[in-house]
Structure formats: structure tokens, C-alpha cells
């Protein structure tokens, strides 16, 4: 078992920057593919980013390229999504997920453990 903590969301004004992170306890991840994915009232639960064990593969949806940033850290068992130039659209409550995959994982229904998740508002 995967037991996934999310943290460091809240709320700021358009063009603000948060950093989430995503702290994995129960077992190791390095083997795990690891992604991140939001819902906000209303909308299904879709992709944000996602990235392989290693970080050689990684996967953004269009909204967010160029303003947010995926990454891990192995050793610290953590996940990381760096999010910059925010606009009210993003907000949602953000979630982390973890598959024991050495592959790019990006569909909700391919994750096996989540995170409770995070709220993050961006006001305009």
C-alpha cells in the first residue's frame, strides 16, 4: 500500500505561483509512475501532469504547458508540482496520484493510490 499526502495549496491572485507537493509513505516510489490531476466543481477529474520513475518521460495537458512544472524527488519519496503564472481557471482541488509502472500513466482510471487532495484558488 501507497499512502499519498498532498500539501501546499491555498489561495492567490492571478499571475501568483504555489508549489505543491506530494509526500509518498508505506512504500518506496521510484518504480512508481506518479501524476497529478485536478477537479474542479462541476468537471470531471482530468490530468495536469505526469511523470515516469525517473523522470525521462513527462506529460503536461495544453492549459498548463509553459506554466507548470512536475518533478520528483526519489529519495525523499516526493512529487512536486511547481505552478506559475495562475489564472482563475485553475482553480480546483488538486490531487496526486501513484502506479507501480515504469511507463507514462496520464488516465485517472490507470492510477491505483490518490492523495486526498489540496485546494487551490486563484482569484482574478
Known amino acids: 500500500q501507497v499512502q499519498l499526502v498532498e500539501s501546499g495549496g491555498g489561495s492567490v491572485q492571478a499571475g501568483g505561483s504555489l508549489r505543491l507537493s506530494c509526500a509518498a509513505s508505506?512504500?518506496?516510489?521510484?518504480?512508481?509512475?506518479l501524476g497529478w490531476f485536478r477537479q474542479a466543481p462541476g468537471k470531471e477529474r482530468e490530468i495536469v501532469a505526469a511523470?515516469?520513475?525517473?523522470?525521462?518521460?513527462?506529460y503536461y495537458v495544453d492549459s498548463v504547458k509553459g506554466r507548470f512544472t512536475i518533478s520528483r524527488d526519489n529519495a525523499k519519496n516526493t512529487v512536486y508540482l511547481q505552478m506559475n503564472s495562475l489564472k482563475p481557471e485553475d482553480t480546483a482541488v488538486y490531487y496526486c496520484?501513484?502506479?507501480?509502472?515504469?511507463?507514462?500513466?496520464?488516465?485517472?482510471?490507470?492510477?491505483?493510490?490518490w492523495g486526498q487532495g489540496t485546494q487551490v484558488t486563484v482569484s482574478s
Open positions: 496520484a501513484a502506479e507501480r509502472s515504469f511507463g507514462l500513466v496520464s488516465r485517472p482510471s490507470e492510477y491505483d493510490y
Open positions: 508505506g512504500r518506496p516510489v521510484w518504480t512508481y509512475a
Open positions: 511523470i515516469t520513475w525517473n523522470g525521462g518521460s513527462i
